[in-house]
């Protein structure tokens, strides 16, 4: 079946520092993919929604100019904390949208990042 | 209040026990999901649902787009179906809402 990967799996960074996660589709082309955080025993939240050749749409509340998204492929969108905080410590999941035949999708999700900033 | 609501928030189970899982969302949707997230964190997605029935193994999950309702029922649960089950749903373009899940745990 189709598949979502995502790197690194974990990383430990300073404060301060930037970080980037990938999330790939590896047989599919995606031109829509998600962005999602989660907190501790709670439920995912969208953060941005990002499109193949444009600019990424952010949640409400979310901060682009700290979560960048970069979608430059079809099968390749990226998220870069920049000047991680220790509250940005939480797990990224990436989700893919795979069209089946028009108006139909399967969402695939990607295995999360777990980011820890000291 | 949630778009999407969830119940029951916990459920523990005996091996073998038919398990429901239900779901009720506020907003028009074009589809409903229901994921499955393991311990790990990985997400699998279940089902994807715009109306009616769908049915993979031991799990099936129905809709009901009037009452705007959805289940997730697990025959003959096993302990490895121990997992946070998840119910989301996409409302006009790419908004998705996602219930609180419901962590199941299925003991031997």
């Known amino acids: 079946g189709a598949v979502v990967s995502q790197h690194p799996s974990w990383v430990i960074c300073k404060s301060g520092t930037s970080v980037k996660i990938e999330c790939r589709s590896l047989?599919?082309?995606?031109?829509?993919m998600f962005w999602y955080r989660q907190f501790p025993k709670q439920s995912l939240m969208l953060m941005a929604t990002?499109?193949?050749?444009?600019?990424?749409?952010?949640e409400q509340g979310v901060e682009k100019d700290k979560f960048l998204i970069n979608h430059a492929s079809l099968t390749l969108s990226t998220l870069t904390v920049t000047s991680a905080h220790p509250e940005d410590s939480s797990f990224y999941i990436c989700?893919?949208?795979?069209?089946?035949?028009?108006?139909?999708?399967?969402?695939?999700f990607g295995p999360g990042t777990r980011l820890t900033v000291t | 209040k949630n778009e999407v609501e969830q119940s029951p928030q916990n459920l523990t189970a005996q091996e073998g026990e038919f398990i429901t899982i239900n779901c009720s969302y506020s907003?028009?949707?074009?589809?409903l999901h229901w994921l499955q997230q393991h311990p790990g964190g990985g997400i699998v997605s279940l089902f994807m649902?715009?109306?009616g029935k769908k049915k993979h193994g031991r799990l099936i999950a129905t809709i009901n787009i009037q009452e705007k309702h959805s289940s997730l029922h697990i025959t003959a649960s096993h302990p490895r179906d121990s997992a946070v089950y998840i119910c989301?749903?996409?409302?006009?373009?790419?908004?998705?809402?996602f219930g609180t899940g419901t962590s199941l745990t299925v003991i031997p």
């Open positions: 989700s893919a949208l795979r069209p089946l035949v028009p108006l139909a999708y399967e969402q695939y």
């Open positions: 047989d599919f082309q995606a031109t829509t």
């Open positions: 990002s499109n193949e050749g444009s600019k990424a749409t952010y």
């Open positions: 907003v028009g949707i074009s589809a």
């Open positions: 649902l715009s109306s």
């Open positions: 989301a749903v996409r409302s006009g373009g790419n908004q998705f809402y």
